[in-house]
């Protein structure tokens, strides 16, 4: 079972809104991501989780807060967030982070509009 | 430095066409993967392959074929008898010991027209 699930699918918030994107795994992968893609563009990395610690933060503003509660289960807290940070949010997982050989497993993503 | 080319931006073709993706890589590692992802209009990044550097063996997955060349730094995808479904963005990636994330390409959008 090869399956990343992301929710919500689709998330509109105004400017002052505090919002969560969830992500869950059950493959067993000791290592989850989130990307932020904008239209036509390739994913950029924001932040990796190894073994439930942060282990890459990709210079990520703190208006987004990445928390990991157990091996199978990564939220992103939103606040204050800018009309620039509409996006596709993605989720991956991988057997570990510091493997280069893992493949990395995606979400559907969350597609987030910021009014 | 762009470490992943990806020169076509777009293809166009009409069904049953075969179609090559090309795909260049730059990496001072001797230890490196790459990879082939297919993202649809659902937006889903599917895996599709994954090779390292030490093989340079030629892959067929039915209708996918993958050519890789170290000696020119490419990894090229080709779908054979394309179809309407195969209508994607499609990245390739390079995963390098020294960076332990993948740097993708910027990605070539394919249109199989029926």
């Known amino acids: 079972d090869t399956e990343v699930t992301q929710t919500p699918k689709h998330l509109v918030m105004g400017m002052t809104n505090k919002k969560s994107l969830k992500c869950e795994q059950h493959m067993g992968h000791r290592a989850m991501y989130w990307y932020k893609q904008k239209a036509k563009k390739p994913p950029e990395l924001m932040f990796v989780?190894?073994?439930?610690?942060?282990?890459i933060n990709e210079s990520v503003p703190s208006r987004f807060s990445p928390e990991c509660p157990n091996s199978s289960l990564l939220n992103l807290h939103l606040h204050a967030l800018q009309p620039e940070d509409s996006a596709l949010y993605l989720c991956?997982?991988?057997?570990?982070?510091?493997?280069?050989?893992?493949?990395?497993?995606f979400g559907p993503g969350t597609r987030l509009t910021v009014t | 430095a762009q470490k992943v080319t990806q020169a076509q931006t777009e293809i166009s073709v009409v069904e049953k066409e075969d179609v090559t993706l090309d795909c260049v890589y730059e990496?001072?590692?001797?230890?490196?993967?790459l990879f082939w992802y297919k993202q649809p209009p659902s937006g889903e990044l599917v895996f599709l392959i994954r090779r390292n550097s030490f093989d340079e063996q030629n892959e067929i997955s039915g209708r996918y074929s993958w050519n890789f060349q170290k000696s020119t730094s490419s990894f090229n995808f080709t779908i054979t008898a394309s179809q309407v479904v195969d209508s994607a963005v499609y990245f390739c990636a390079l995963s390098e010991a020294v960076l332990y994330k993948l740097s993708f390409g910027a990605g070539t959008t394919v249109t199989v027209r029926a």
């Open positions: 990496t001072r590692d001797t230890t490196y993967y």
């Open positions: 989780y190894s073994y439930e610690k942060l282990s």
């Open positions: 991956a997982s991988s057997q570990e982070s510091r493997g280069i050989d893992y493949e990395q497993y």
